[in-house]
């Protein structure tokens, strides 16, 4: 698999922030992003080494809701952090460094490992052009899939993933997705768990125990919810690998939901389109902007 990236890998910008102008600002921090996040974390535990890593470390089963909050807001940092983004993608590295274990068959999975720290980013990838497929007005065009994935490259760069682990445009990276989705991805137990644990969130640890019951009947429906997004939003293959069923009418409702989404989001104002971050980089983006016209026409 590496090798056959190795003669293909692009030539990677030099670590920099990203900016108002590109795809990634204007869309990841929209809020429909979490509906895709699902298949991508699905599809990181299906790699072996990220899914012993996972299982061994990781809080998704006792604190599912807190650490869905610290992803979501680790990426919004990714992308709008400015040059914190650097530190966080810099800090990631570091705690995952010793982020390491050994299965019971004796093998060592590291999370630095380059495979897996790719397929991380990798899976993001995927879930972005999946989230304009479903939940956006229209799905992306191939030319604007490529231009998205030119600037993922950004990303790879600033995570230092290993030029060998990068497909060198999107036609390749779709090639080397499929390969990996049917015949490197596995139906491991941590991939079962996760679908488990979104179908019944646990509440939040410091939730008074009284509040319990009022918390499950509240999530039921979320949770509903984040399984179909997550089941339907899967690679077919890895949905049999899993051995989960979708069917035509699943496929015709999650289909109807995204067209309701996409036309309900944009009417809402930009503070709740938007995740927190997102919008207050935004913000300060446009005050900025403005501050640069009233200095370039201040009486010299």
């Known amino acids: 698999m590496t090798a056959a990236l190795e003669a293909t890998a692009p030539e990677l910008p030099p670590p920099n922030p990203f900016r108002p102008g590109t795809r990634t600002w204007d869309e990841t921090g929209l809020i ?12 990181q535990t299906m790699e072996p080494t990220i899914a012993a890593v996972v299982d061994a470390h990781s809080t998704f089963r006792t604190d599912p809701v807190g650490r869905a909050l610290r992803s979501i807001s680790s990426v919004m940092m990714w992308v709008y952090g400015g040059e914190e983004a650097l530190a966080e993608a810099a800090r990631l590295r570091t705690m995952h460094a010793t982020l390491n274990t050994t299965d019971e068959a004796g093998f060592k999975h590291q999370a630095l490992a380059s495979g897996p720290w790719a397929w991380v ?3 993001g990838t995927f879930a ?7 939940f956006a007005r229209r799905p992306l065009t191939y030319a604007e899939k490529e231009a998205y994935y030119q600037e993922t490259l950004q990303m790879m760069r600033n995570f230092s993933v ?4 990068i497909p060198a445009d999107f036609a390749a990276f779709e090639k080397f997705f499929a390969d990996m989705v049917e015949n490197h991805l596995e139906a491991t137990g941590t991939a079962r768990d996760y679908l488990r644990v979104i179908q019944s969130v646990a509440p939040p640890k410091q939730l008074p125990r009284m509040l319990t019951p009022l918390w499950r009947a509240a999530v039921a429906p979320v949770g509903k919810l984040q399984y179909f997004v997550t089941v339907g939003t899967t690679p077919e293959p890895a949905r049999r690998k899993l051995g989960l069923t979708w069917s035509e009418a699943d496929e015709r409702k999650l289909r109807a939901l995204g067209w309701l989404i996409a036309r309900l989001v944009p009417l809402l104002p930009e503070r709740l389109r938007y995740f927190p971050i997102a919008y207050e980089a935004r913000r300060l983006e446009r005050d900025r902007v403005r501050l640069r016209k009233v200095i370039d026409l201040r009486p010299i």
């Open 162 to 165: 290993a030029p060998k682990e």
């Open 32 to 43: 429909t992003f979490s509906l895709t996040a699902g298949s991508a974390f699905l599809l």
């Open 121 to 123: 980013l990798h899976t």
């Open 128 to 134: 972005f052009t999946e989230n304009a497929k479903y």
